[in-house]
Nanobody, 123 residues
């Protein structure tokens, strides 16, 4: 059973940076895609970024392109989301998710989820 645990959220001023970490355990991930999602109050959950564990192909939502970077540390089974130039509209609960397969944009196929970490950006 794959387990995911996020960390690194917090309160930051607009223009600042945060790095989120997702530690994966309980499986082998060579055929997996990892994603970061976020959900703001009153809004639907949306995919922010995704990466294939092998090969490193990436996907970014238009709203974060050029500001966020997703990466993996395969030796540590860890996925990162580096978030720069944060804005108040980035405020949300950010969750890490995993699925088998390499389709980065199949958002409905993510099976394993972490508990989420709050990111708050103040203006």
């Amino acid at each position: 059973q794959v387990q995911l645990e996020e960390s690194g959220g917090g309160l930051v001023l607009a223009g600042g940076s945060l790095r989120l970490t997702c530690a994966a355990s309980g499986g082998t991930y060579s055929s997996y895609t990892m994603g970061w999602f976020r959900q703001a109050p009153g809004k639907e959950r949306e995919i922010v970024a995704a990466i294939s564990w092998v090969g490193g192909s990436t996907f970014y939502a238009d709203s974060v392109k050029g500001r966020f970077t997703i990466s993996t540390d395969n030796a540590e089974n860890t996925v990162y989301l580096q978030m720069n130039s944060l804005a108040p509209e980035d405020t949300a609960v950010y969750s890490c998710a995993a699925k088998r397969g390499t389709d980065l944009t199949a958002t409905g196929a993510y099976k394993y989820w972490g508990q989420g970490t709050q990111v708050t950006v103040s203006s």
